[in-house]
């Protein structure tokens, strides 16, 4: 990814969250450079779109939407310096935004997720999921404003599915691009002295996948009493500024778990998740044994 090749799509609908989105984008386009697309997503069933409204009037509307959409944008994204595309669409909301990032070839499709646990908000982070786990470019969820302008820790959760290769893949190339370290962490709550040393031995073949690339590598391995409680606590911790996680393609596979990795990270974590659904056979990745 590159000036050249980064085009990041970002879903608006006037909430803070969609702020959040917004200022993760500008901050992307300041470290890499490229362009970006806005898409404020209105549903068919608005009165406009009946018979009562002439086309005129639509386009009329639409118009001024996405005049709002573009002076909205703008208060957060350079238009002097970064080539925006604003743009207002009917339809319904996932999968007009899953199809727009195929049309436009994004790079990446970054939005802001809500955080309290009404309905309301449940049914946003269904979408937010929804989006994660069936785009076919990387998505990077924040649930508050990126707290700076720089990316020098990324944290890269590690556990015994091949998928976690994958994603290390992913932390190289980011690190390379920010000039920044990879965090490998695993976290373990068994006293099986087998997980502990699976892990470990996957843990020092990532990290030396990871120093063969010249990327500066930390790595952890932590016994806690909760997975999930232990990342997050690292990552407060140690300052992280971006994670990578990679999940399933299949939505009934993650919803099929409440408390999956990936929607404890979304919902849980202070900091960016880039999630990636794994599409690079792993032994074409890493000349490791399987674990």
């Given at each position: 990814?590159?000036?050249?090749?980064?085009?990041?799509?970002?879903?608006?609908?006037?909430?803070?969250?969609?702020?959040?989105?917004?200022?993760?984008?500008?901050?992307?386009?300041?470290?890499?450079?490229?362009?970006?697309?806005?898409?404020?997503?209105?549903?068919?069933?608005?009165?406009?779109?009946?018979?009562?409204?002439?086309?005129?009037?639509r386009e009329l509307w639409l118009s001024k939407l996405t005049s709002h959409l573009k002076q909205f944008s703008g208060k957060y994204i350079d238009a002097s310096k970064f080539e925006?595309?604003?743009?207002?669409?009917?339809?319904?909301?996932?999968?007009?935004?899953?199809?727009?990032?195929?049309?436009?070839?994004?790079?990446?499709?970054?939005?802001?997720?809500?955080?309290?646990?009404?309905?309301?908000?449940?049914?946003?982070?269904?979408?937010?999921?929804?989006?994660?786990?069936?785009?076919?470019?990387?998505?990077?969820?924040?649930?508050?404003?990126?707290?700076?302008?720089?990316?020098?820790?990324?944290?890269?959760?590690?556990?015994?599915?091949?998928?976690?290769?994958?994603?290390?893949?992913?932390?190289?190339?980011?690190?390379?691009?920010?000039?920044?370290?990879?965090?490998?962490?695993?976290?373990?709550?068994?006293?099986?002295?087998?997980i502990f040393t699976r892990l470990q031995n996957q843990q020092n073949q990532v990290v030396k996948f990871i120093e063969d690339h010249k990327v500066t590598c930390i790595a952890h391995?932590?016994?806690?009493?909760?997975?999930?409680?232990?990342?997050?606590?690292?990552?407060?911790?140690?300052?992280?500024?971006?994670?990578?996680?990679?999940?399933?393609?299949?939505?009934?596979?993650?919803?099929?778990?409440?408390?999956?990795?990936?929607?404890?990270?979304?919902?849980?974590?202070?900091?960016?998740?880039?999630?990636?659904?794994?599409?690079?056979?792993?032994?074409?990745?890493?000349?490791?044994?399987?674990?």
């Amino acid at each position: 990814m590159d000036a050249t090749t980064n085009h990041i799509l970002v879903p608006v609908d006037y909430s803070d969250k969609s702020v959040f989105g917004l200022q993760m984008a500008a901050k992307l386009l300041k470290l890499l450079g490229g362009k970006v697309t806005v898409i404020n997503v209105v549903k068919g069933v608005d009165p406009i779109w009946s018979d009562f409204f002439t086309d005129q009037e639509r386009e009329l509307w639409l118009s001024k939407l996405t005049s709002h959409l573009k002076q909205f944008s703008g208060k957060y994204i350079d238009a002097s310096k970064f080539e925006m595309n604003c743009t207002v669409v009917k339809g319904k909301l996932c999968d007009t935004i899953l199809k727009t990032a195929e049309e436009i070839n994004a790079s990446a499709i970054v939005m802001g997720t809500s955080t309290l646990n009404n309905i309301k908000k449940w049914i946003i982070g269904t979408n937010a999921l929804r989006i994660v786990t069936e785009a076919k470019c990387p998505v990077i969820t924040l649930k508050q404003a990126p707290s700076s302008d720089a990316i020098r820790r990324i944290i890269l959760p590690m556990d015994l599915s091949k998928e976690s290769r994958e994603k290390a893949v992913k932390a190289v190339q980011w690190a390379k691009m920010f000039g920044a370290e990879i965090h490998v962490v695993s976290a373990y709550t068994t006293d099986d002295d087998s997980i502990f040393t699976r892990l470990q031995n996957q843990q020092n073949q990532v990290v030396k996948f990871i120093e063969d690339h010249k990327v500066t590598c930390i790595a952890h391995l932590l016994k806690v009493n909760d997975t999930v409680d232990g990342i997050l606590d690292y990552v407060v911790k140690n300052q992280g500024d971006i994670m990578v996680i990679t999940t399933h393609q299949q939505l009934e596979i993650v919803n099929s778990f409440l408390g999956s990795f990936a929607k404890s990270m979304m919902r849980g974590a202070n900091i960016p998740i880039f999630s990636m659904v794994p599409t690079i056979k792993h032994n074409l990745i890493f000349k490791m044994p399987a674990t």
